[in-house]
T-cell receptor
Framework: GQQVMQIPQYQHVQEGEDFTTYCNSSTTLSNIQWYKQRPGGHPVFLIQLVKSGEVKKQKRLTFQFGEAKKNSSLHITATQTTDVGTYFCAGPGANFGNEKLTFGTGTRLTIIP | DAGVIQSPRHEVTEMGQEVTLRCKPISGHNSLFWYRQTMMRGLELLIYFNNNVPIDDSGMPEDRFSAKMPNASFSTLKIQPSEPRDSAVYFC?????????????FGPGTRLTVL
């Protein structure tokens, strides 16, 4: 079945440093979604990318969808303590019979003040 | 507008007991999803409904798990009998559309502990 892996699993950064998490799918995705889960909370939708090579920005967050639609990245510039949490990518497969939405393994970000 | 509502928020039970988790999706949303989250396995899709009809239950771990959606505003996930390995946070999510490409709105989750 479809697998979605994220690296790194954990990331500790000093406040103000940049952070990047990478998402890789074993199959082509029809779209990629990113969610953030604060400690003790629930996943909250951040953004969706649909087109091959698409790049979207939300303030300090930059999201990219790979040309082959099998990978994606989330980059945070100048992290703040409010960025703490686990970031998940998720995507439905693009092929018939593989449309199940699969969440990535997540990257847990902690900030050192 | 209220978000997805789940109850109970916490459940502690003993092995062998029946557990029922409840979910009220956002009004007007057509699809409902049940997830399980554990440290070991991450966030797993168990089952999802579209217009109250189960579409894909391939993620349901075994026959001890069952889910129903009797109407557009209510769904249950039942575990009978429960086992310690069922301990996890169970999330319900809903989407406005009927496909898997739509934004998912998650409820606060039910933290289940089976002793």
């Amino acid at each position: 079945g479809q697998q979605v892996m994220q690296i790194p699993q954990y990331q500790h950064v000093q406040e103000g440093e940049d952070f990047t998490t990478y998402c890789n799918s074993s199959t082509t995705l029809s779209n990629i979604q990113w969610y953030k889960q604060r400690p003790g909370g629930h996943p909250v939708f951040l953004i969706q990318l649909v087109k091959s090579g698409e790049v979207k920005k939300q303030k300090r967050l930059t999201f990219q969808f790979g040309e082959a639609k099998k990978n994606s990245s989330l980059h945070i510039t100048a992290t703040q303590t409010t960025d703490v949490g686990t970031y998940f990518c998720a995507g439905p497969g693009a092929n018939f019979g593989n449309e199940k939405l699969t969440f990535g393994t997540g990257t847990r970000l902690t900030i050192i003040p | 507008d209220a978000g997805v509502i789940q109850s109970p928020r916490h459940e502690v039970t003993e092995m062998g007991q029946e557990v029922t988790l409840r979910c009220k999706p956002i009004s007007g949303h057509n699809s409902l999803f049940w997830y399980r989250q554990t440290m070991m396995r991450g966030l797993e899709l168990l089952i999802y409904f579209n217009n109250n009809v189960p579409i894909d239950d391939s993620g349901m771990p075994e026959d001890r798990f069952s889910a129903k959606m009797p109407n557009a505003s209510f769904s249950t996930l039942k575990i009978q009998p429960s086992e310690p390995r069922d301990s996890a946070v169970y999330f319900c999510a809903s989407t406005i559309g009927g496909g898997l490409t739509d934004t998912q709105y998650f409820g606060p989750g039910t933290r289940l502990t089976v002793l």
